[in-house]
C-alpha cells in the first residue's frame, strides 16, 4: 500500500471457475426505446431533477422485468433482480459456480437481447500492515526526500507543499473513499458528522446490499459506520463465505480516510495529506468484501449520479478513491461505470494492484489515474503490478527493514468489532 494508500489501495478481486457468484451482471442491448432523444427541458431546475428520477425510476422498472424474463428465458432461478451501475443485476437463487456459472452465463450470452454479462463475485480488500504508533516523525512518506542518513529518495516533502498553500490547508476538494466504511469517532479524522454539522467528514452512504455479509444487520441505508469485516475459518468453510481469507477486521476505509485527511496539525496522531479535504465515505464492502454490482454503484453514487432506491448524493466527489482491484481485465461494466463518473466531473484513482505483474481491473481501464507504489529507497515494491497506464508512482508501505518503512494512518484495534 502507499501513497496508492493515499490516493488508492489495491484489493484483489475473487474471480474464476472455483469462485462463487451471487449472479450475474448483464448489460442489455439498446432497443428503440433506449436510443430516443429528448427535447431540452427548459423548466425550472427542480423540475427537471423530478422528471429525470421519474425516467429513471421507469428505465429501471423496465430493466427488472426485462431481467425477469430473461431469467425465465434460459431457465434460471432467481432470488431478485436489480441494478449494477448502469447495467442489470440478476441475482442466482443459490451461488453458482464451476460448470453451473459457467453454463448459466452462456445461456444468458446467448440470448439475442443480452450484449454482455459477467459474474457478480466479492472483491476481497488486501490486508494493511500498520505499526501501532502515531507520531508523524515516522511517517517517512510525508517527509522531505534525502540521499542522506536516513536515505528516503522517495518521501514526498509534504511540510514544503503544506507552507507553499494558503494555511496549509490544501483545497476543500470532496474525496469518496470508496471502501469498508470508516469508524467516525476516530480521535484523528475530522469530527462525526452526524453531531458536527461543519464537519470535514461528510455522512456517506452504505451500499452494501447483502445482509447476510454486510454485518449491520440491514442492507443499504445512510449509515457508512464499518461494524467490522472479520471472517472466521468457520465462516470460511460455508458456501457463502467460500474463498474469502480468514483474518481480523481491516478497518481498511479508516485507514485510507486517514491517509487522505486525517486532522492535521494538532498535537494528536498522524497527519494527512490534504488538511482541508471532504471525506465521503461510501460503504460498498462487507465480510469478504465488495460485490462487482455494489462496488459499481458506489462509485456511480459517489460521483453524484443515480442509483435505484438510493437518496441522489448532495455532495458529489470530485475525486473517487477506488481500493479494489482484481485479477481480471477490465471489463464494460467497470469501464461503463467508470465513463460515467469522469463525464459527470469526478477522476477516479486506482492502485496499480498488488499482483506483482500485468495490471488489471480497474487499473487498465481507460479514463482512471492509476497509482504503482515505490518503496522507502525509490525502488518499485515486491507486490506492485505495473503496466504503461500507471500515471503515477508514490510511496508504498513495504516489510523490508522490520516493518520501519510500514505506512502510518489512523486504524482501530478491534480484531472483530470496533
Known amino acids: 500500500m502507499g501513497l496508492a494508500a493515499?490516493?488508492?489501495?489495491?484489493?484483489?478481486?475473487a474471480q474464476g471457475p472455483a469462485v462463487p457468484a451471487h449472479g450475474l451482471i448483464i448489460g442489455y442491448r439498446a432497443s428503440v426505446v433506449d436510443t430516443e432523444t429528448e427535447q431540452i427541458d427548459r423548466s425550472p431546475r427542480a423540475d427537471q431533477r423530478e422528471r429525470a428520477r421519474a425516467r429513471w425510476k421507469a428505465a429501471t422498472d423496465q430493466t427488472r422485468e426485462r431481467t425477469r424474463r430473461l431469467a425465465q428465458d434460459v431457465g434460471l432461478s432467481l432470488r431478485g433482480t436489480g441494478e449494477a451501475g448502469n447495467a442489470a443485476l440478476l441475482k442466482f437463487e443459490r451461488p453458482l459456480q464451476g460448470r453451473?456459472?459457467?453454463?448459466?452465463?452462456?445461456?444468458?450470452?446467448?440470448?439475442?437481447?443480452?450484449?454482455?454479462?459477467?459474474?457478480?463475485?466479492?472483491?476481497?480488500?488486501?490486508?494493511?500492515?500498520?505499526?501501532?504508533?502515531?507520531?508523524?516523525?515516522?511517517?517517512?512518506?510525508?517527509?522531505?526526500?534525502?540521499?542522506?542518513?536516513?536515505?528516503?529518495?522517495?518521501?514526498?516533502?509534504?511540510?514544503?507543499?503544506?507552507?507553499?498553500?494558503?494555511?496549509?490547508?490544501?483545497?476543500?476538494?470532496?474525496?469518496?473513499?470508496?471502501?469498508?466504511?470508516?469508524?467516525?469517532?476516530?480521535?484523528?479524522?475530522?469530527?462525526?458528522?452526524?453531531?458536527?454539522?461543519?464537519?470535514?467528514?461528510?455522512?456517506?452512504?452504505?451500499?452494501?446490499?447483502?445482509?447476510?455479509?454486510?454485518?449491520?444487520?440491514?442492507?443499504?441505508?445512510?449509515?457508512?459506520?464499518?461494524?467490522?469485516?472479520?471472517?472466521?475459518?468457520?465462516?470460511?468453510?460455508?458456501?457463502?463465505?467460500?474463498?474469502?481469507?480468514?483474518?481480523?477486521?481491516?478497518?481498511?476505509?479508516?485507514?485510507?480516510?486517514?491517509?487522505?485527511?486525517?486532522?492535521?496539525?494538532?498535537?494528536?496522531?498522524?497527519a494527512g495529506i490534504n488538511w482541508g479535504a471532504r471525506i465521503l465515505p461510501v460503504r460498498v464492502a462487507g465480510k469478504c468484501g465488495a460485490l462487482v454490482s455494489d462496488l459499481l454503484d458506489g462509485v456511480r453514487w459517489a460521483a453524484g449520479l443515480p442509483v435505484a432506491g438510493v437518496p441522489i448524493n448532495s455532495n458529489p466527489a470530485r475525486v473517487i478513491n477506488l481500493s479494489f482491484g482484481g485479477d481480471a481485465p477490465c471489463s464494460v461494466a467497470y469501464q461503463d461505470a467508470i465513463n460515467a463518473a469522469t463525464d459527470a466531473g469526478a477522476l477516479v484513482v486506482v492502485a496499480a494492484g498488488n499482483g506483482r505483474g500485468a495490471l488489471q481491473r480497474p487499473a487498465d481501464c481507460q479514463r482512471v489515474m492509476t497509482v504503482s507504489a515505490v518503496r522507502k529507497d525509490g525502488a518499485k515494491t515486491d507486490y506492485s503490478s505495473f503496466g504503461p497506464q500507471v500515471a503515477l508512482s508514490a510511496p508504498g508501505g513495504s516489510d523490508e527493514a522490520s516493518g520501519v518503512n510500514l505506512l502510518l494512518s489512523t486504524d482501530n484495534n478491534g480484531t472483530t468489532g470496533p
Open 100 to 270: 453451473s456459472l459457467e453454463e448459466a452465463m452462456r445461456r444468458v450470452r446467448l440470448h439475442p437481447d443480452v450484449a454482455w454479462v459477467e459474474p457478480n463475485v466479492f472483491v476481497k480488500r488486501l490486508q494493511t500492515l500498520t505499526p501501532n504508533d502515531t507520531s508523524f516523525g515516522l511517517q517517512w512518506h510525508l517527509q522531505a526526500p534525502s540521499l542522506s542518513s536516513p536515505v528516503n529518495p522517495a518521501a514526498m516533502n509534504l511540510p514544503s507543499a503544506w507552507g507553499a498553500t494558503t494555511g496549509s490547508t490544501g483545497t476543500p476538494v470532496v474525496v469518496a473513499v470508496v471502501d469498508g466504511g470508516v469508524r467516525f469517532e476516530h480521535p484523528d479524522l475530522p469530527p462525526d458528522p452526524r453531531v458536527f454539522s461543519n464537519s470535514r467528514m461528510l455522512t456517506g452512504y452504505d451500499l452494501v446490499s447483502d445482509v447476510s455479509v454486510a454485518n449491520d444487520g440491514d442492507g443499504r441505508d445512510a449509515d457508512a459506520s464499518d461494524p467490522g469485516d472479520w471472517v472466521t475459518l468457520a465462516e470460511a468453510q460455508t458456501p457463502l463465505y467460500a474463498g474469502c481469507d480468514v483474518a481480523n477486521s481491516s478497518w481498511h476505509g479508516t485507514f485510507i480516510a486517514g491517509q487522505i485527511a486525517a486532522a492535521t496539525n494538532n498535537a494528536d496522531g498522524v
Open 6 to 13: 493515499s490516493l488508492a489501495c489495491a484489493s484483489s478481486l
